[in-house]
């Protein structure tokens, strides 16, 4: 993705976030029996994935969202207050207790209360485990402003992430 292709801006777009489980693997299930590490890395031993559960349980967005006819642009949509839900497994730091290497690709790490995030603008920000999932939703996409109705996000205010 080019600079341009972030619409909804840069100071407002994550790119890297903390994530304590990610490195090395002898060669475990996770890995396929790959022997892995930074050198080598497979992708579920080095990244970050934001929430699956944005288009629901079964992963359809249209029943999710429902029509454009029912879709609030006042409220953006339900669903993406899932993608940061507390006792989730894509709430920011819930991996924090675990142990196994590469097996968890969401966001986490040592501190309590959330995790420190890159942002596209090279800016880098302590988020909170409790901010609003429509929030998180937003700045992990780079253009959710341009997505097609019924899924086009709201823009994003950045006192909404930086506790301003």
Partial sequence: MTLAGIVDGSSATLLLAENTLVGYSTGSIWSGGIQTNWATPLPNFAMFTGSDNICGANG???T???????????????????????GSFENI????????????????????GGCNFAFCDGA??????????????????PAGSKLPVPYKQLPVSQDAFTGG
């Fill in 93 to 112: 730091s819930y991996g924090q207790n675990l142990t196994l290497k590469g097996t968890f690709p969401y966001a986490t790490s040592g501190h309590p």
């Fill in 124 to 141: 880098v920000r302590f988020l909170t485990n409790t901010m609003d999932g429509a929030v998180y939703s937003k700045i992990i996409t």
């Fill in 60 to 62: 359809n967005c249209s």
């Fill in 64 to 86: 999710a969202f429902g029509t454009a006819a029912n879709y609030s642009t006042v409220d953006d949509a339900a669903p993406w207050r899932q993608a940061n839900q507390i």
